[in-house]
């Protein structure tokens, strides 16, 4: 479970609530029922809209990733592929099969086996870049959709005060009750306002930096199937990857590594 997620939305709570209360506010004053069911009722009818049903569906896999902080297998991975890069030196990299069969990253494991069928270096990189793309599109998906609620919330909550307001303009034969009613009116943009900057877009940038981590660990993971394949000195290999480490939160790959740029072709050792 990913501590700072849930205390930085709980104390982003805590602090409007309490600022409310200091303020002289009454906490029975920061709920209006119709005031919720417009904005979250709103606000998820708008996402259902915006996206298709196989999409929706990845909301909860979208909110373990933004919930839950995996321990990371860079230096693990780094000795894994510098002790196969020693192998493959001393006796060739058909031998790496059955380290690659047993090993639990599935990336590795596709990336060394085609190593081991032989196949060109070039190759090798065009598909792995591949299953780098595809993982980053899924994550951007959903980022997405809380991007998306992110932006329909704080309208919702104008649409609920506007309501709220035509209400308030219906009743002003009433002037006793005028006040309290626009305070009732005003809940509805407290509450768009209040969860698409509490909730829904930190969400939005947690997910989008898990996803850098994860890119970040396919490109150190590529990076190391190749320099294998090339028969690289295996020190020199762990000294490369290690630089993936300096910079773990950023997907973008490391400016003194050009020759490691997606789509950027990739000479075969002869």
Known sequence: MDKTTIVGIAAGLIALIGGFI????????????????????????AVVVSFPANRLRTIPDALKMAF???KSEM?????DMV??????????????????????NLFLKEGLLLVVDGTEAETVKELTDLDIDA???????YAKIFEAAGGYAPTMGIIGTVMGLIHVLGSLNDP???????AVAFTATLYGVATANVIYLPVCSKIKVRSSQVIREMEMIQYGILSIQA????????????????TETSHQPLARMPEMNRGMKVETQK
């Open 176 to 182: 006793a009750n005028l006040g309290p009613a626009i």
């Open 22 to 45: 200091m303020e002289g506010g009454h906490l029975s004053g920061l709920w209006e029922s119709t005031a919720a069911i417009i904005v979250f009722g709103g606000t998820i009818a």
């Open 135 to 141: 993982v980053e599109q899924k994550h951007e998906g």
């Open 231 to 246: 028969g690289e000195n295996p020190q020199i290999i762990r000294k490369k990857l290690s630089s993936f480490m300096l």
């Open 75 to 79: 230096p693990q991975l780094i000795d």
């Open 83 to 104: 002790a196969m890069a020693t192998q493959a030196r001393r006796e060739g990299v058909l031998v790496l099969e059955d380290a690659a069969h047993k090993h639990n």
């Open 68 to 70: 839950t902080q995996p």
